[in-house]
């Protein structure tokens, strides 16, 4: 049985004391962590989903945003090494990508316990990734939030929701467009590449350049649709493809021999 204390960061909406296994999800700019909740219900018996619940968002609406990666990924680095009694495996999605991978650097170079497997979506390479100023620019963020898809195009056009969710929205984009993201070879974990076959943001390319990151075992995978493809028709291709993985009994023993 999972013996471990109430987490800020962290939300269990299914748990699974029982689990041998964990994915903690890491979700995209703007995003919150209820926005995984069909994928942590999909998730096969014997693996629990929990998802990092950023600052300055749903039940964590009061507390400040962070606007730089230092300060995102310090406290929550710490939070998750309380994730000790079970193997775990990471997942991020566009932003959250270079949050998890940011998390991992993280342990590692404390000597932590380090996730199973480390799942990057949506996101470029570290050395493809671009710095860039949207967040200076309300109407050139509103547009590339638009234009990527993440929220149904019904609600963006609801009176207020941009005045509403233009805060998070802002931090967030100046987190990314700020970060200068490290390229040295210097994880071991094994490590898995997701990306929608029609994401504006990432090409085949963009994707295999997560291959310089670790000396692991890396694999690339494409899915049908645009940047959110895990929440749209590639939804139940994409849980398919996580619960074989989960289910495999490979990555376990990869890093026994590492």
């Not at 406290?75 to 566009?94: C, Q």
């Not at 749209?232 to 993985?245: D, F, N, S, Y």
Request: proline share 9%.
């Amino acid at each position: 049985m999972s013996t471990l204390v109430p987490n800020p960061w962290l939300r269990a909406y299914f748990p699974r004391p029982d689990a041998v296994r964990r994915v903690v999800f890491f979700p995209h700019g703007g995003g919150s962590a209820s926005f995984y909740r069909p994928l942590v219900r999909a998730l096969p018996d014997g693996v629990e989903g929990m998802v990092v619940q950023y600052p300055g968002r749903e039940d964590r609406i009061g507390e400040p945003c962070c606007t730089d990666m230092p300060g995102l990924v310090e406290p929550l680095a710490k939070a998750l090494t309380r994730l000790d009694d079970k193997p775990v495996w990471f997942f991020g999605h566009s932003m959250g990508a270079s949050v998890a991978h940011e998390v991992t650097r993280l342990l590692g170079g404390a000597g932590e316990k380090l996730p199973e497997r480390l799942v990057v979506s949506g996101r470029p390479g570290p050395a493809r990734q671009k710095p860039d100023d949207k967040h200076l620019d309300d109407d050139r963020l509103w547009a590339d939030v638009c234009r990527l898809g993440g929220t149904h195009a019904r609600l963006l056009e609801l009176p207020g929701i941009r005045e509403m969710t233009l805060p998070v929205l802002r931090a967030d984009y100046r987190l990314v467009g700020t970060y200068r993201p490290q390229t040295a070879r210097d994880l071991s974990v094994p490590l898995s590449v997701c990306y929608g076959t029609e994401d504006p943001e990432v090409d085949a390319d963009d994707a295999a350049a997560w291959t310089a990151a670790t000396s692991g075992r890396t694999d690339v995978t494409a899915f049908p649709g645009g940047h959110f493809y895990l929440r749209g028709p590639a939804q139940a291709e994409l849980t398919r493809w996580l619960a074989g993985r989960l289910s495999a009994p490979t990555d376990l023993a990869e890093r026994n021999r590492g």
